[in-house]
């Protein structure tokens, strides 16, 4: 039907009831939206709503009784029927596959942030978008970490790699020089079980966190082949693995004993990187009483570069 202003209002598939205005006390009644379990279609709606013809390169003009795009506009874009996209809207089809929710994303230029949430809301896990990597590094956050200059600060994959340290952190790291993934320098590095002190609590907390990330990406060819060549080479990886506890890292306690100056113990933070889905970024700030023999471990490795 029309609404005020001549257009035909798509949107008004959810039921209403009429109540009292709480800001009235007088008896003026007002349309109140009824709650809805149809959150996906109320997302959808409301983004396709937000679009014009020209937004997506359809041409516009004409008596337009729709705000926005119109439905059979975004199912010619996504490449679904106009009656799947309806019903989809409407509630009435609750299983969309992923190919189909990523058309629809398109279709709505929908960012990153929005594209997971409208396959969450449909109770799928999503992928990365395409054309996006988990494995490059942007220059913004190259030169965060470098914006720390007596805490370790690196970024690690989905697949725990190290992709980039700062110098504190390359400078702590140097004894697993060679070796950049850190499940790897966990269970075969030789100096691991000496240079970590609490190793067990360590090993424990990355392989449950391994196993969290396997869930968010279960393509992720990295992940499926660390995860293979551990569970058959490592009773100890393997024993973790099948315990089925999955955790994210957060803030950890973590104590270094470092050939070269000793023992150093730190406080990690973990923040996500938003715009590079399933890189973690860490930062270990020493305790009082290790930041001497951090910066002492910091000037031995710029003395180090140097001479290189």
Request: charged share 20%; glycine share 8%.
């Amino acid at each position: 039907m029309p609404d005020g202003t001549g257009r035909r209002n798509e949107d008004r598939d959810l039921p209403a009831f009429v109540g009292r205005d709480p800001e009235n006390h007088g008896s003026t009644l007002v349309s109140v939206p009824a709650v809805t379990t149809n959150k996906l279609g109320e997302f959808l709606r409301a983004h396709r709503g937000r679009l014009e013809p020209a937004d997506v390169g359809l041409p516009g003009g004409g008596d337009r009784r729709v705000t926005g795009l119109r439905r059979e506009e975004v199912a010619v874009l996504a490449g679904v029927s106009i009656d799947y996209y309806a019903r989809l809207e409407q509630g009435r089809e609750r299983n969309p596959s992923a190919q189909v929710l990523d058309a629809i994303g398109r279709a709505l230029r929908l960012d990153a942030d929005a594209r997971g949430h409208v396959f969450r809301l449909a109770g799928l896990n999503p992928s990365p978008a395409p054309g996006t990597s988990r494995d490059l590094v942007h220059p913004a956050l190259l030169q965060l970490l470098d914006s720390f200059p007596s805490a370790a600060a690196y970024v690690l994959s989905p697949a725990f790699d190290v992709l980039a340290a700062n110098s504190v952190a390359a400078a702590l790291l140097s004894p697993f020089s060679g070796m950049t993934n850190m499940v790897r320098v966990l269970f075969q590095h030789p100096q691991a079980r000496t240079v970590f002190v609490e190793w067990p609590t360590l090993v424990e907390n990355v392989v449950h966190a391994l196993r969290l990330n396997a869930g968010r990406y279960p393509d992720d060819p990295e992940i499926h082949a660390l995860v293979e060549e551990f569970l058959r080479c490592s009773p100890e990886f393997r024993a973790l693995w099948l315990d089925q506890t999955v955790s994210g890292l957060t803030r950890m306690f973590k104590v270094f004993v470092h050939p070269e100056v000793g023992r150093v113990e730190l406080t990690y933070q973990t923040f996500d990187v938003r715009d590079a889905p399933g890189q973690q970024l860490l930062v270990g700030t020493p305790e009082p009483g290790s930041r001497g023999a951090l910066a002492h471990l910091s000037s031995l490795q710029a003395s180090d570069e140097s001479r290189t």
